[in-house]
């Protein structure tokens, strides 16, 4: 079973800052396209963080210029960097991997909680 760890959660202050990570699985992590996305308290979805494609790499407009997204390849893991943090930024936090291809599966971490208090 493949699984997405995620690690590096916890509670800041507003302005503050917070690194996440997730080890991921190297033959998933060689292949799929790898990104971040969220889910507020109280929110019905999950939304788009950021998204690392084959030749760019996507953020939402809310988090543009605080969050990076980056990629170790020597350790199949990916990272969130998230500088000047706002409560808003309050949510659970998943990796995904999506498969290269249609009929592929895709894949989720479990996500790790991450709290910002004003």
């Known amino acids: 079973q493949v699984q997405l760890v995620e690690s590096g959660g916890g509670l800041v202050q507003a302005g503050e800052s917070l690194s996440l990570s997730c080890a991921v699985p190297?033959?998933?992590?060689?292949?799929?396209?790898m990104g971040w996305f969220r889910q507020a308290p109280a929110a019905q979805s999950r939304e788009l963080v950021a998204?690392?494609?084959?030749?760019?790499?996507i953020y939402a407009n809310a988090v543009k210029g605080r969050f990076t997204v980056s990629k170790d390849n020597a350790r199949s893991t990916l990272y969130l960097q998230m500088n000047n943090l706002k409560p808003e930024d309050t949510a659970v936090y998943y990796c995904?991997?999506?498969?290269?291809?249609?009929?592929?599966?895709?894949?989720w971490g479990q996500g790790t909680q991450v709290t910002v208090s004003s």
């Open positions: 995904k991997a999506n498969s290269p291809v249609t009929t592929g599966s895709d894949y």
């Open positions: 190297t033959t998933i992590f060689s292949t799929y396209r």
């Open positions: 998204f690392i494609t084959e030749d760019s790499t």
